[in-house]
């Protein structure tokens, strides 16, 4: 088989794949957003690399307040990534965080959320359920571009590639949010319903999945040489510079959503014997481009 | 909360969760085997860090046989890894294999497969099933140490994290195994009985994961230069010095592999408010460790 089959023949699972892309190239300018820019950080590495992470407020408003509060103060800026685990996690903030005596003061930002906000209730918040079941809810979709999950009683953000929540300390302390990871393997859903999930990186990811595993016990590096520094954590709504000013996300909540998760379930083009028929709410996420050309 | 919590409370997705880890401190050795050598692949990278690649060929057993003979006549030694796709998959092979005037000969090895191997009769094959359905199969679980699901007639391996593939051509045509991929994000199940899957990466895979991700499409990297070289890929029964002499992989078929996953779906450490009570077949692969000094 040759390389330039292979182009063609192993289709992405993260976006474009043939008919998802005719879906998605006859969408209406109505089936994309922008991103709310208060509620979008922006992560730059040290080598200027970014990585936007769009916030979840119908979900975590007081976690997400508080970070919001840390980014204001510029609590981030020059903290690194302390933690790359294959298939599960990158994980950053204060590498001396758990020593009273070294660690950054938090300004005026909380020490932890009190009640939780691991999940929230299911009235009042809208929800594309997908067809196709779900092995650790009774219900899973999408809402507000975020993948979700329901019960009877309660909503709640999925662990799957891509969503970014806060590490956490034994119950009943929910965390500050001065601790954050992203999901970089394949979707730890236990952990749903367990730790606060405040959002998802639509645009960068890889820097950060790239980066070396750490070697210590769960994926912590062993020295300080390895970790990445984190230049700034900003709010996009304060870097006019970024890139997340030109993102754009296909709403969940349209009917494109539908045709393209449709697209995705039974996708058409030669190279597939069996489509599948079903998909899974972690191979659905909504894609992300940059806004076109007036 | 501080970073020395954090270690403990975000428990591993793929291997040594706190409870599973009591499971498999106690398992007597029987519940452990090694590799059969002649089915497993040694790929050394250019910086001498080792992949291992556990062949299942209860499930491809003559596309394995084309490898074996690529792999005995050398074919991969010097070639490199020509696509890293984030959150999806590293692929490896010749990269000028689809110019015919450039291309690497197979020797004596086919150049394609046929008929397929996407699958096989569920009859006569060791299965070990899961307890909380899946969405892409009737059945899931775990055969001969691979995760695979079933229908009532055929059963097939599934694209979870570290499965090795073929890339292929549009059909018939099945790919001969000079072009391998292995998954590095959700598990992209739609894949699963369109081509052929040979195996399971049990060892280093975080060298191909954290490889930089290629810019062109699908991953493809640009440049020769970008290329990570293969400095040999060897049958282990040809490889004495390997670390996959040293290997185990937690059997699928008895009954400690029985109380993992259910030390898995039911976390029972005082970090989780509410154990999942459910999981995923990609997510109970099982574990692998060094074999213990007498």
């Given at each position: 088989m040759g390389l330039a089959?292979?182009?063609?023949?192993?289709a992405p699972a993260n976006g474009f794949g043939q008919t998802a892309a005719e879906v998605l190239t006859q969408a209406p300018a109505a089936a994309w957003r922008g991103l709310d820019l208060e509620q979008t950080l922006i992560m730059e590495l040290a080598d200027g690399r970014e990585v936007v992470i769009e916030l979840a407020p119908a979900?975590?408003?007081r976690t997400i307040a508080n970070i919001q509060t840390l980014t204001r103060e510029g609590y981030f800026n020059g903290l690194s990534?302390?933690?790359v685990q294959d298939n599960y996690v990158v994980q950053w903030g204060d590498p001396d965080g758990a020593?009273?005596?070294?660690?950054r003061s938090l300004g005026e930002a909380r020490e932890a959320i009190s009640p939780q906000e691991y999940w929230r209730p299911r009235r009042g918040l809208a929800f594309t359920p997908l067809p196709d079941g779900d092995v650790y809810a009774p219900e899973a979709g999408f809402s507000g571009g975020f993948p979700a999950a329901r019960n009877r009683r309660e909503a709640w953000l999925a662990h799957c590639y891509g969503m970014v929540g806060?590490?956490?300390?034994?119950?009943p302390d929910s965390g500050s949010g001065a601790q954050l990871y992203v999901v970089i393997g394949h979707s730890p859903r236990h952990l749903d319903r367990n730790?606060?999930?405040v959002g998802r990186a639509v645009?960068?990811?890889e820097a950060l999945a790239a980066l070396p595993r750490g070697t210590g016990p769960l994926g912590f590096y062993q020295t300080p040489e390895e970790r990445t520094t984190i230049a700034s954590v900003r709010l996009a709504s304060e870097a006019p510079d970024s890139i997340a000013q030109r993102l754009e996300v296909l709403r969940t909540d349209a009917p494109t959503f539908t045709a393209f998760v449709e697209a995705r379930r039974n996708r058409r083009d030669a190279w597939f014997f069996e489509p599948a028929g079903r998909?899974?709410?972690c191979n659905a996420q909504p894609p992300v481009r940059l806004r076109p050309n007036p």
């Open positions: 089959a292979a182009l063609l023949l192993l979900f975590a408003p990534i302390n933690r020593d009273q005596a070294l660690r806060v590490g956490r300390d034994t119950p730790i606060t999930l645009f960068g990811i998909i899974d709410v």
